[in-house]
């Protein structure tokens, strides 16, 4: 029979970590199950290279960091340095956390059962934390799959001699081609980075444009791709996962016959830094109430935008079922005690996740504390 668990965290940052380390206190037994490959991996994947991490508490709030260990330090380190001391943190205190393991759906059982299905296997537990921040990954919207595409340039120096494909037309696409042509550029490689966008004009900043100039200048093979659509996830005769894309038709001969010109790339050598949207649509598919925003009730949210419905502990509208931190930011809503509803502002900060964590997890003793007695 598998293990049961007390709390299973769904996403291993800073809220998701909180969580465990109140749970770990509590005596209550957890798992973390994280998708990345490493702790932090949402933070790992967003912050710039040498990013300062500040340690930022909100101005309504009087109460320092509660958790040293996973506290960005006053001297605002670079985020390489915040990312090694959690870990170290984690190690001392025997935090465990359950890496590549990918959140897929959940099932009720039973009454206070819930079922996780990853994308390795299950996971059982009595009560769950939505801890997975605010990045959902934009799907490339092919016929196929596309799970092996990559997402950010972890280590440039994997492409050196490999032809990439990178797609998506704004700033975050446009640093992962400047970045990897220069480490390919200085390695003496000349297979290009193939730089494709959906449509025709590329929108980035006045920086970005001026460094992807500077490495064009400086000799980088850099091929842009316009009107470039990916269109198919497929497998080769030789087993491989590739990705073909074709640019917008070009006329041939007569104004009725298009020629599409299409390349194929192995999905492992293609980045896609296509964006990323809230997990509005995770939270639709568990049924987990949510406000759709007017005018008249929101301040923070745009109309037509959907709030999640939580108690004042962060429990949704399913009993057992929590979500925190980067997940619920910038705004939710919140049942008041009179039984009124309204919006809350929730800072997307390392401190408001951490204080989450923590306030989702004294829910549940609590809910646990009144289930006994009655
Ligand atoms: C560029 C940038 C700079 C920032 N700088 C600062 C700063 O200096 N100071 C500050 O206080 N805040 C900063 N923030 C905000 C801060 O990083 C977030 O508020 C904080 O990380 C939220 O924590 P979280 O635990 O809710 O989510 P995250 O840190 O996003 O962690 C969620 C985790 O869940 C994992 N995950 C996602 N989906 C799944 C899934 N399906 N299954 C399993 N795991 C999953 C992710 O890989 C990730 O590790 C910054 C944000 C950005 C984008």
Sequence with gaps: MSQRYDIIIIGGGPGGIAAAVKAKEAGKSYVILEKGRRVLQGIIDSYPKGKKVYPTIPRNEEKPFPIPGITPPKEKIPVEAYVDQVEEFLKNDAIEIQLDEEYMDLEEEGPRSYRIKTRKGFFYGRNVIFAFGS???NDLGIYGEAKTVRRNLETPEEYINVSTLVIGGGNAAADVVAALSKVKREAGDHTPVYWGHIKERFEINKDTARDLGEEILL??????LQGAIPK????????????????????????????????????????????THGPS?????????????????????????????????????????????????PSHMEILPDGTIKEKKHSNLIYTAIIDGIMAVEGILNSEEQAKLK
């Design 219 to 224: 000799g980088g093979q850099i091929r842009i």
């Design 281 to 329: 649509a995770i939270f639709n598919n568990l049924h987990l109430q949510q406000i759709t925003c007017t005018g008249d009730i929101c301040k923070i949210a745009r109309e037509g935008e959907q709030l999640l419905l939580l108690s004042s502990s962060l429990q949704t509208s399913r009993r057992g079922i929590y979500a925190i931190g980067g997940s619920i930011s």
């Design 135 to 137: 990045n959902v990954p």
């Design 232 to 275: 198919i996830g497929e497998v080769d005769s030789e087993g491989i996962d590739r990705l073909y894309i074709h640019q917008s038709p070009g006329l041939y001969g007569r104004d009725d016959v298009f020629m599409y010109q299409g390349m194929s790339f192995p999905m492992k050598n293609v980045i896609a830094c296509i964006g």
